[in-house]
Structures are given as C-alpha cells and as structure tokens.
C-alpha cells in the first residue's frame, strides 16, 4: 500500500516530441504528489507538483495529469529537449515528512 | 545561497571497513533527510531528523548504519563493517516543514564497496 508504481523505466523520444511518464499509487491517504529531475551527479530537484483537488497542472512545458478515482498521475514533457534528458521520479506524500518514491525513469530526449 | 553540500563526492572502500557520510544542509533548515539510491531503483528512505525531536530511523537497512545530527546542522551517516551491498549514492536533503516539506537534495556521495 505504500508503493509508487512508476513507468516506463526508460523512454526515449525525438525532440520536439511529447514524453508521458506514468506514475500509480494505492494509499488514498496521499495527498501531494511531486514529480523530481535528476540529471547525472546531481541530486533530484522539485520540478512540479500537484495535489488532488484538481485534475491537472502547468508549468512552462510540463504538466502533470492527476487521476483521483484511478489512483494515477502522470507528468507529459510538451516540446521535448535534449536538455530535458535526465531521470524524473514521481513521489507521494500525505501531509507528513515521509515520501514515498517511484523507481524513476531514464529519459533520453534525441537531437 | 548554498545549497545543500555532501562530502566527499565519491567514496571507494573495502568490504569490512568502516564509513562516514557528511552533509551540511542549508542554512536554517530544521529537517533533514537521508536516502539510499541503488541502481534502478528509486530513493530508499534511511532516516529523518526535525530538530530536537527523536529521529525516524526506521528506514536503516541494518544496525550497521546508524546516522547523528550535531547543532541541529551537519550530520554524519556511518556505515559500519561495509558490504558490497552498501554500494549505492547516499543523497541527503533538508527542508523547512512549514513550507510543507519541500525537500532540497544535495548531489550525493557515491559509494563504492570492494
């Protein structure tokens, strides 16, 4: 129950392109949904984050999707860049200091 | 302003030996965190300090590791009697649980046990 399914483990995608990473939990007690990057030898960094009051959320490029009654959320990359090529993990969280962490997913963005 | 800092940023030891991991959090941050990362998997919780609270240490994987927070600033991860196993990046973050714990990682420590 205190899993966060994440997939695909490794996307690649041609610039430009749309990348969607899918993200599901079962503990509907989570109320904060963060998505992390991580590029190489850097720690991960908040990239955006939703909670389930609403459906969706935008940020510039990314926008997450949030699925209540499925128990699903996932982050799109609209325009994709070669910069954008790093490893993104969802997280869950309900209101305390214990997230839990999908496994990430490698993103490669082709020039 | 600095960010979160780890030392050092690579680590290669023998199986057996003993290991500390530093982290200096950012300034004024009362919450701090440990996490392991193995390859492909995701963040393994290890232990949080808030404070002058106990600490949740109910993610240490063995009694083998144990972690301290003098000042209510730096902490020190050590590893005791390493194994290959132990192999991973040790990333620490700390936040402000006020600001609904948004966590600042820093790039983390590689370990390498041989």
């Known amino acids: 129950q205190q899993q966060v399914k994440q997939s695909p483990q490794s996307l690649i995608v041609q610039k430009g392109g749309i990348s969607i990473i899918n993200c599901a939990y079962e503990?509907?007690?989570?109320?904060?949904f963060p998505w992390y990057q991580q590029f190489p030898g850097k720690g991960p960094a908040l990239l955006i984050a939703?909670?389930?009051?609403?459906s969706e959320k935008k940020e510039g490029r990314f926008t997450i999707s949030f699925n209540k009654s499925a128990k699903q959320f996932s982050l799109h990359i609209m325009d994709s860049q070669p910069g954008d090529s790093a490893t993104y993990f969802c997280a869950a969280n309900r209101g305390t200091y214990k997230y839990i962490f999908g496994t990430g997913t490698r993103l490669k963005v082709l020039a | 302003g600095a960010g979160v800092s780890q030392s050092p940023s690579n680590k290669v030891t023998e199986k057996g030996k003993d290991v500390e991991l530093r982290c200096d959090p950012i300034?004024?941050?009362?919450?701090l965190y440990w996490y392991r990362q193995s390859l492909g998997q995701g963040l393994e919780f290890l232990i949080y300090?808030?404070?002058?609270?106990?600490?949740?240490k109910s993610g240490l994987p063995s009694d083998r590791f144990s972690a301290e927070r003098t000042g209510g600033s730096v902490s020190t991860l050590t590893i005791q009697r390493t194994q290959q196993e132990d192999s991973a990046v040790y990333l620490c973050?700390?936040?402000?649980?006020?600001?609904?714990?948004?966590?600042?990682f820093g790039p983390g420590t590689r370990l390498t046990v041989t």
């Open positions: 300090f808030q404070g002058n609270s106990a600490p949740d």
């Open positions: 973050a700390s936040s402000l649980p006020q600001l609904g714990y948004e966590q600042y």
């Open positions: 300034s004024g941050h009362t919450a």
């Open positions: 503990n509907t007690a989570f109320d904060y």
């Open positions: 939703i909670r389930p009051d609403v």
